[in-house]
């Protein structure tokens, strides 16, 4: 019997392979080298459970892999036939003898205690197989009372609705479809606590996450006794997968993060390998954004625009984004009936092109960002008069709108080439862009491609993430300096595979702030805040102050209508920029310190990696009767005497130096700051700065 142990920060799998060579799992939790010295001797390894069982081979739990091979063979028989450790990656490599079908699992480790894995199968045989249900990980856990942590609301705008719950005998199901944007109805993400419910600073805490921007299933099953297996992987619902002699499928990766203090350190750990791993230029710091869509909708021209520059350079704010409705020569983007596909500025609207807009920002200092949707088109364009069959679509139908538009078939290479064009022509008609939202604001539906066989049109679920990961990739390596926000619908693409090649996602459509500190709360269990791309807008009609605090601890920006603003709350705004810019490498870089979690009241802190600085925020979302004891931050140094200024922006005359008060970090931690609000929708930030004695 070999053991293998994949570990990182000492957290992750202990493996057995047998002397029959079946692979087993011996272990998967913190603390697993030691686990592993202390497995007894003596326990025949069969009573350790298969570490990739796939179907027929265990009959009472799912199986990991389901296949039928070329022969009409559906039970699959693995064995271990090779194990490669190579720096941080580790392959087992698994065969079938009878069926030769090579299926590889492997694991990366990395510094920060974040454990990736995936699967690769490759079809040795002489036909095709079909893959029905293929995990990038189906781990077992112990579990005495687990309580499953898991988020999305089900619909638009619901985004990171978080759901805890006991994990009950039976299998709990959390799944996404639709293919672009199905984080919208569930997020690739999933807390898991073995013994209760989770806390922030205590107790074995597991985060999972599949890097995947299509459908996801997590299936957590749970029978009396005291453990939980997790399947997790790309969504098999409809999804089969036919694979052809010598091809090779690999799975999404899964990402996995362990804590044995409860799910704050998980979360800072996660946040540096974001920064390092799965986003673009993780370290930098974002600009601060203007964006025009709540403002204006479709409804704006050169002079509107102008003035939103003008304020947007006003205000000290860095970017300005011009949203959907530019474009549409022939066919005008007035509302979202047309135009989609026909990516020329719309000169009625805006006369002379983006080019005034553009040199305005210039002029004023401020960066210039556009909207883009290249996947999609409107049946009302040039593009699809001239192409009706670009779109995805069935043989024997016609495609369903939605929104209005069809999803483009980017499986056809002209497809391909024409989406990353989009991009190519839109920066070259329009100098002086530095920056680009690209949205998607519709499921796929009638999955299905003249690129795929007839009998392997269900590929397409799978094959139309990885094209359109591919043109994410040529798009970045061609234009290297914009910088990129993904969004869907809100945030229908927040996963940690598209992320790599963007610096931010839009977390949802929902910007009432009092929804937002709860959303932003969710994703930040595993989302660094830098890139959180978070407004502030008139929705939900909450003062200003309160949507700027709000906004203020993620990436912050704007999406107001500047005229309509008041005096006050113009200086509101102002204050919130200055301020935004001397606290951002603490938001953007920073340690999260997660303090009060959003019930009536929310706070949290961000703390610099050398705990000299801090700053925290507070927040009161209704009028609270909860008893609340004192806010007390985390990760600073107990030795230090810290200077605190507390920070209200909507006081009048303005925050003064009166206020400032002086306390050892240990006091802080300990005693705390005493809660000062008490009216709904209200904040105070407080910035740390450590001082001489
Ligand atoms: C959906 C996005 O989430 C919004 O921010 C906006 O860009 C609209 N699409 C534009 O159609």
């Avoid at 022939?330 to 500025?345: E, F, K, M």
């Avoid at 001397?582 to 929310?602: C, F, H, K, M, N």
């Avoid at 407080?686 to 001489?692: G, K, T």
Wanted: with cysteine.
């Amino acid at each position: 019997m070999t053991s293998i142990v994949v570990s990182s920060g000492g957290a992750g799998y202990g493996l057995l392979v047998d002397d029959r060579g079946r692979l087993r799992q011996a272990g998967f939790g913190p603390e697993i080298d030691s686990h592993m010295q202390q497995l007894p001797t003596g326990i025949p390894p069969a009573l350790y459970p298969l570490a990739y069982p796939a179907y027929d081979e265990e009959p009472t739990r799912a199986p990991s892999l389901r296949v039928t091979h070329c022969d009409g063979t559906t039970t699959t028989r693995l064995f271990v036939e090779d194990v490669r450790v190579i720096g941080s990656e580790t392959d087992i490599v698994l065969v079938d003898p009878d069926c030769p079908l090579e299926v590889t699992v492997c694991f990366h480790t990395d510094n920060h205690g974040v454990i990736r894995q995936w699967v690769r199968i490759t079809n040795r045989q002489l036909g095709a197989v079909t893959l029905h249900e293929v995990a990038a990980a189906s781990p077992l856990l112990a579990a005495a009372s687990p309580h499953l942590t898991h988020f999305g609301g089900g619909d638009w705008s619901a985004e990171w609705t978080t759901t805890v719950e006991a994990l009950t005998p039976g299998t709990k199901v959390v799944d996404s479809r639709g293919g672009v944007q199905p984080h919208l109805q569930s997020c690739p993400f999933f807390l898991l606590a073995p013994n209760g419910r989770p806390a922030e600073s205590s107790g074995i805490a597991l985060a999972g996450a599949l890097a995947w921007g299509g459908n996801t299933r997590f299936a957590f099953e749970r029978t009396t006794a005291p453990t939980v297996r997790v399947w997790c992987g790309h969504n098999p619902a409809n999804a089969e997968y036919v694979l052809d002699p010598g091809a090779t499928f690999i799975t999404p990766e899964q990402v996995w993060v362990w804590s044995t203090e409860g799910v704050g350190p998980l979360s800072r750990r996660l946040h540096r390998w974001v920064r390092e791993h799965a986003t673009r230029d993780g370290d930098q710091l974002r600009p601060i954004v203007v964006n025009n869509w709540e403002a204006t909708s479709f409804s704006f021209d050169t002079e509107r625009l102008l003035g939103l520059i003008d304020h947007t350079a006003d205000l000290g704010a860095e970017l300005f984004l011009l949203d959907d409705g530019w474009f549409g020569d022939i066919h005008p983007r007035d509302d979202d009936t047309a135009g989609l596909g026909d990516w020329q500025v719309d000169e009625a609207k805006l006369p002379g092109g983006l080019g005034p807009l553009v040199r305005r920002a210039d002029q004023r200092g401020v960066r210039f960002g556009l909207w883009v949707e290249p996947e999609m088109v409107n049946p009302d364009s040039t593009l699809y008069t001239d192409h009706p069959d670009w779109v995805v679509g069935q043989q024997a139908r016609g495609p369903r709108r939605w929104r209005h538009q069809l999803v483009l078939d980017v499986l056809q290479p002209d497809v391909a080439d024409f989406v990353s064009g989009v991009v190519d022509r839109v920066l070259a008609a329009n100098p002086g862009i530095s920056y680009l939202k690209w949205d998607a604001n519709r499921p796929l539906t009638d999955p299905g491609s003249p690129t795929l066989k007839p009998d392997r049109q269900a590929n397409y679920w799978v094959d139309h993430v990885r094209a359109t990961w591919r043109l994410m990739e040529t798009v970045t390596e061609r234009h290297p300096d914009q910088t990129l926000m993904l969004c869907a619908s809100g945030g229908g693409r927040v996963d940690l595979g598209s992320l790599r090649w963007f610096h931010e996602v839009w977390l949802s459509d929902n910007t009432d702030p009092v929804a937002r500190v709860r959303m932003q709360w969710a994703a930040s269990y595993f989302l660094p805040a830098n890139v959180v791309g978070a407004h502030v807008t008139r929705e939900g009609d909450r003062p200003v102050a309160f949507g700027c605090a709000v906004a203020m601890s993620a990436r912050f920006g704007f999406d107001l209508d500047f005229a309509g603003l008041t005096e006050d709350e113009r200086t509101v705004c102002h204050r919130a920029v200055e301020l935004y810019r001397d606290i951002r490498p603490l938001v953007q870089q920073g340690e999260l310190w997660r303090l009060v979690p959003p019930s009536e009241r929310a706070a949290l802190a961000y703390v610099s990696a050398d705990g000299r600085r801090a700053v925290l925020f507070a927040f009161q979302l209704t009028s609270g009767t909860d008893e609340l004891g004192p806010l007390r931050p985390g990760g600073l140094d107990p030795d230090r005497m810290y200077e605190v200024v507390p920070v209200d922006l909507a006081a009048s005359p303005g925050p003064t130096r009166t206020d400032v008060d002086r306390q050892h970090g240990a006091a802080l931690m300990e005693e705390g700051l005493e809660w000062p609000l008490s009216e709904p929708c209200t904040a105070r930030i407080w910035v740390l700065r450590s001082v001489s004695q």
